[in-house]
């Protein structure tokens, strides 16, 4: 795809608080301009992510807990609901 971006938004509970995360990667040809991230009480803003490039972000607390919306320049929208990660299990 000329222009596409990945948008993985997850949570992670590491027992003392929850860690909210949006990675947002450019996995087009093209570089992608004017990236707005939506968390619902406020939004961030991203002249350009280059090809190949991966970016995270950290919401505040303030933001949407359940979802996050992307929109960029050309005509790109995502909607992404976060995720939680799995638990990882302690070997002794």
């Known amino acids: 795809m000329d222009y596409a971006l990945d948008v993985d938004a997850f949570v992670d509970n590491d027992c003392t608080m929850l860690i909210y995360r949006v990675v947002i990667s450019n996995i ?22 280059r090809v190949g490039e991966k970016v995270m972000l950290s919401p505040n607390e303030n ?3 359940d979802h996050v919306i992307i ?3 050309p005509n790109i929208h ?15």
């Open 78 to 92: 995502i909607v992404k609901e976060y995720r939680s990660l799995p638990k990882m299990v302690k070997v002794h």
């Open 71 to 73: 929109d960029a320049n």
């Open 28 to 49: 087009g040809r093209y570089d992608i301009t004017d990236v707005s991230i939506d968390y619902g009480t406020y939004k961030e803003f991203i002249p350009i992510i």
């Open 63 to 65: 933001a949407n807990k």
